[in-house]
């Protein structure tokens, strides 16, 4: 049976301002922060501000971008920076933190300005939803984390422990923000990440891993094709490959994964061939996505992957004395996940239900996150937080302010309880 609520939890969750908070996921979201722009560090600069408004004390530092990228454990980018800025802000007093709640400032490119409906950095309100590129994805999140502090600053509890809101750049090419702010010595006793969980609590991340594939051709002229070799037509044939491989590695998953019918994705994000249309392509090169599985690491899926597109080109003249080159751009985002049985995710589910919530369950997500990179530090960590996934990096993204304030009151009563609020 979930603990009732103490006058010190009750009185955090009053000083919530859900109007406030509004205005504040308007404002963030009106910042263009796209993954790698300088838009990135304007959000980290105004974050600061409010976490200092809101009685926090402030790290707020430049990032050593070269000395990061030389280490043998960086996770990897695929945006060039010219800068990143690093954030924390901590409650008053000594100790780690108790509790850590993160976020990620940065959001991906718009696309196509004429499939949104509103204009991606607007943030208008319609329908008890806002809308704009990074509303789901997670500003939401760092919002309501935002609200939290404020609220325990505002309603003059004392607390015996501190919290940490971390807000980084860089998670969605690899995670250059949370694997910063860990080498600066920023931790906790546990990690909450307001991603968008649709109201589940996700105590598990699949990896994924950006491959290069170059398969070769020969050229010649469109009306002598017969002399040449298309690489399009050979790629088919690695392609054909690739979807055998990720029919078997979503054989039989993790039962966190239920009903989820495909965990590990692979998936060809673009391909480029030829410069001429009379002529046969010489080289055609795509790039993709290949999914980790939970427990399995990146090196082991890598080779996985690198077998299946060689045995391809085994059985093919072409290809068996032209082989197809594989290489690994980019993020690398291990899997990573919650110990089983740890007490956070039924911390988190009681906070729920004490905030008003109907108890959630549980799952794990098929995309990576930052929840690898501080589990990897033996930090328990888990995603819960506003908004639908599958409406992130849309032209449709949009997020639900009523969850926005729902998640806000579950983290504050989480977090009055892991402080010790009094």
Not at 161 to 189: F, K, N
Not at 253 to 265: E, I, Q, R, T
Not at 286 to 315: D, H, I, K, N
Not at 328 to 348: C, D, I, K, Q
């Amino acid at each position: 049976m979930t603990a009732p609520l103490t006058d010190a939890e009750h009185r955090v969750l009053d000083a919530l301002d859900e109007d406030e908070t509004v205005e504040t996921l308007a404002d963030l979201v009106r910042v263009p922060s796209v993954t790698g722009t300088a838009a990135e560090s304007e959000a980290q600069h105004l974050l600061s501000t409010w976490y200092r408004d809101a009685g926090l004390e402030v790290d707020l530092w430049a990032e050593d971008l070269e000395d990061l990228y030389a280490e043998p454990g960086f996770p990897g980018i695929e945006a060039p920076r010219d800068e990143a800025w690093g954030l924390v802000g901590t409650t008053p007093g000594s100790g780690t933190p108790a509790l850590v709640l993160n976020g990620h400032v940065d959001v991906v490119p718009v696309g196509d300005l004429w499939s949104w409906s509103h204009d991606p950095f607007v943030a208008a309100v319609e329908g008890g939803r806002l809308h704009g590129r990074g509303s789901c994805d997670m500003k939401a999140g760092l919002v309501a984390n935002l609200a939290v502090a404020r609220a325990l600053h505002r309603s003059g509890v004392r607390t015996e422990r501190r919290l940490a809101l971390h807000s980084v750049v860089g998670e969605e090419d690899g995670g250059l923000g949370a694997y910063a702010t860990l080498r600066r010595g920023h931790s906790g006793d546990a990690v909450v990440i307001s991603e968008p969980t649709s109201g589940r609590l996700l105590t598990a991340n699949a990896g994924a891993l950006t491959f290069r594939l170059e398969v070769p051709g020969r050229a010649t002229h469109g009306s002598t094709r017969l002399e040449g070799q298309s690489a399009v037509e050979s790629f088919m044939v690695v392609h054909e490959a690739v979807r055998a491989l990720e029919a078997r590695r979503n054989v039989d998953p993790d039962p966190l994964f239920d009903g989820n019918d495909l965990p590990y994705a692979i998936t060809i994000g673009t391909v480029r061939a030829g410069d001429w249309a009379s002529s046969v392509p010489d080289l055609l090169v795509a790039e993709g996505r290949l999914g980790v599985a939970l427990g399995e690491s990146t090196r082991a899926a890598q080779v996985e992957f690198e077998r299946a597109v060689a045995e391809s080109a085994v059985g093919d003249p072409w290809l068996a004395e032209h082989p197809p080159r594989v290489t690994w751009p980019g993020g690398r985002f291990a899997s990573g996940r919650l110990p089983e049985g740890h007490p956070l995710a039924g911390e988190v589910a009681d906070a729920v239900e004490a905030a008003g919530g109907a108890r959630p369950g549980t799952g794990a997500a098929p995309y990576g996150s930052d929840l690898r990179l501080y589990a990897g530090e033996g930090v328990p960590t888990l995603q819960y937080g506003p908004g639908d996934v599958r409406l992130a990096h849309s032209t449709r993204e949009s997020v639900p302010l009523e969850e926005v304030h729902a998640v806000a009151r579950t983290l504050a009563v989480l977090a009055a309880r892991r402080l010790g609020a009094h």
